[in-house]
């Protein structure tokens, strides 16, 4: 008898240290962690506004819950096969990457038997042919008589019907064009959205034929595994995963700062202030792909959904570039050389008194929404270089570069009228410079990169476009050379 308490003690400190061992469960750290970011977030509420801590506190908290509680399932499926701006020194490789190399990447791919691949490179240069023929075989030797299927990215219904902004017909004998393009709104937390498709043939008042839509990447991968039809499917919120995938632990440099530096940050910034640096997605470069048999890699591609795109400051087989007068596309192969900004030309002659005719704009605007004149004059000049006639190969229109979105948002009826252009400007700053609490380099971070970029880094991102635009605007205004008084 008196054992029985000493065998049940016993058990019971066995089964304590069990618990021990495995810690809470899943569902009880995302319970907490909700709980706890929750609570941060009402209090910062209570000091900052809710539209300024609203989108990242909401995009923090479901980042704890995916990290915690989602299944990886999407994480472990996945892979991007990346052709970094490093790997052309390493290949010997010159941009635009060759048809004979991504034959050999293809190839390689086609070797450890992925489940679906969606290729991020445009094809729409005329090759010879035959490299176009190389590339054409290793296409379909990796589609296995369509078991495999591979999609190709296809240039905006916009910019198709145009022969050579289409995609090489030969290269299509066995892929499948899909849209990449991002969705131009935000989700309703604020986030980017994925769309599911666009209309190839659009009908004013009318639904987009079936015929005609073509679907985005991920949709059309989705479409067969997971029961959706694009069509018919809602665009996807894009969470940005923060759980750090173990194979790019392998190779990427995944430091971080501690727990205690963290939370400092993210009360004094964001919750978004500090990101790991590894990406969610299991990633490697070409360098990986090409190289000796590795069994990680053969581990990451086997029956997993491969994105292959390229980490260059611009992908594609052409460029569009800005010119006096309108625009001009050319081959990248004939570019010598590219500023990431859109360079505009100094207008005419006969308008060289720009800052005097539009100073009354300009000074009209800032008065209304209290906005520093010479800030607004800064963000023209590093913009169009006050040409009203603007137009980038990004659609930014007009003197302060409004995008289609923007326009239609602050209700501009003529976007190349200096007057509203300006209105619209100065309003889309002031909202800015009140989101980041009147910080002026968030707020040109964000005119210029976008505010989710800005939200999503915790500062201004680290864009080199985005640092030459804020470092020269900020030094303008600090050395006073920018003015809208009268001659």
């Known amino acids: 008898m008196s054992e029985a308490p000493a065998f049940a003690a016993d058990e019971s400190s066995r089964a304590r240290e069990d618990v021990v061992a495995r810690g809470p469960r899943p569902a009880v750290r995302a319970l907490v962690q909700f709980v706890a970011l929750s609570a941060i977030g009402i209090g910062l509420f209570m000091f900052h506004g809710i539209s300024l ?6 995009q923090a908290i479901v980042n704890g819950i995916v990290k915690y509680a989602y299944p990886a399932t999407g994480q472990k499926d996945t892979t991007v096969v990346l052709f970094r701006e490093e790997n052309l020194a390493e290949l010997d490789e010159a941009y635009p990457v060759s048809y004979q190399r991504h034959a050999e990447v293809l190839e390689a791919l086609s070797a450890y038997e992925p489940r679906a691949v969606f290729v991020d490179f445009a094809f729409i240069d005329p090759r010879s042919p035959e490299d176009t023929e190389r590339l054409g075989q290793a296409i379909c030797e990796l589609s296995a008589g369509g078991r495999v299927p591979v999609y190709l990215a296809s240039p905006p219904p916009a910019a198709a019907g145009h022969g050579d902004s289409e995609i090489n017909q030969p290269l299509l004998a066995c892929a499948k064009p899909v849209s990449a393009e991002m969705d131009a709104e935000r989700g309703v937390s604020g986030v980017l959205t994925y769309q599911n498709g666009v209309c190839t043939t659009p009908e004013a008042g009318r639904p987009c034929k079936r015929s005609a839509f073509m679907p985005s990447p991920a949709f059309a991968m989705a479409a067969a595994r997971a029961g959706i039809a694009p069509a018919d499917a809602e665009p996807m919120e894009i969470i940005w995963g923060n759980l750090a995938s ?6 990427m440099n995944c430091t971080t700062v501690g727990p205690l530096q963290h939370l ?3 009360l004094r ?3 978004l202030a500090t990101k790991r640096k590894c990406p969610h997605t299991n990633t490697i470069s070409v360098v990986h792909l090409l190289g000796a048999e590795d069994p990680d890699v053969r581990d990451a591609i086997r029956g997993k959904s491969v994105f292959y795109g390229g ?3 611009m992908v594609g087989d052409r460029v569009k570039l800005t010119v006096a007068g309108g625009s001009v ?4 192969t004939e570019l010598l050389d590219v500023e990431p900004e859109d360079q505009f030309p100094a207008p005419p002659a006969a308008n060289a008194d720009f800052s005097v005719r539009y100073a009354s704009y300009i000074r009209a605007s800032a008065q209304k929404h209290n906005v520093d004149e010479r800030l607004v004059a800064g963000v023209i000049a590093a913009e169009s270089n006050f040409d009203a006639k603007a137009v980038s190969r990004k659609r930014a229109l007009g003197l302060m570069q409004l995008l289609p979105s923007t326009a239609a948002r602050y209700s501009v009826t003529n976007v190349f009228d200096p007057a509203q252009n300006i209105e619209a400007g100065t309003h889309y700053l002031r909202d800015l410079l009140d989101r980041y609490r009147g910080d002026t380099r968030l707020a040109l971070a964000a005119y210029n990169a976008g505010p989710e970029m800005v939200d999503r880094y915790g500062g201004v991102p680290p864009f080199a476009e985005t640092q030459r635009y804020v470092r020269a605007i900020t030094a303008k205004l600090a050395a006073g050379d920018l003015t809208t008084a009268a001659k």
Request: proline residues 8%; hydrophobic residues 40%; glycine residues 0%.
């Open 329 to 332: 596309d050319i081959a990248a």
């Open 246 to 251: 173990s194979l790019n632990e392998k190779w």
């Open 269 to 271: 910034e964001t919750p």
């Open 53 to 58: 801590q609203l989108t990242p506190w909401s």
């Open 264 to 266: 400092v940050e993210m």
């Open 311 to 313: 980490s260059f400051q």
